[in-house]
């Protein structure tokens, strides 16, 4: 049975009516697949972030606060060395001065 040109072009446009909401569909389809693609990438890009701050990121700061501390703390505890080292530094020089005088005083 051979079909005419018309009777081709029917079923032709039949064919297409009927598969047209099908190419609609796949589109939106494709459209979702392509945002679910997408909010993915992007969990990754967080998930991603979340690892470098806790392999990188963070044991860097507590090195950082560790060290600050710890000459925090030096410096506190040496902080009444330094009142006493300036009493002595005072009487020294007052010391200084007195023998400098002497020193410089006839008959030495």
Excluded: W
Aim: aromatic share 4%; charged share 25%.
């Amino acid at each position: 049975m051979a079909f005419t040109n018309e009777e081709l072009l029917a079923l032709s446009q039949l064919f297409d009516s009927k598969l047209q909401p099908l190419k609609d569909d796949s589109q939106g389809i494709r459209d979702d697949v392509q945002g679910l693609k997408d909010d993915v990438q992007v969990l990754k890009d967080v998930f991603l972030l979340n690892i470098q701050n806790e392999t990188e990121i963070l044991p860097r700061l507590q090195n950082i606060e560790a060290c600050y501390t710890s000459t925090n703390d030096m410096y506190k505890s040496r902080a009444s060395q330094i009142g006493t080292m300036q009493k002595d530094m005072d009487v020294m020089k007052i010391a200084i001065a007195d023998h400098s005088q002497k020193l410089q005083a006839p008959g030495c």
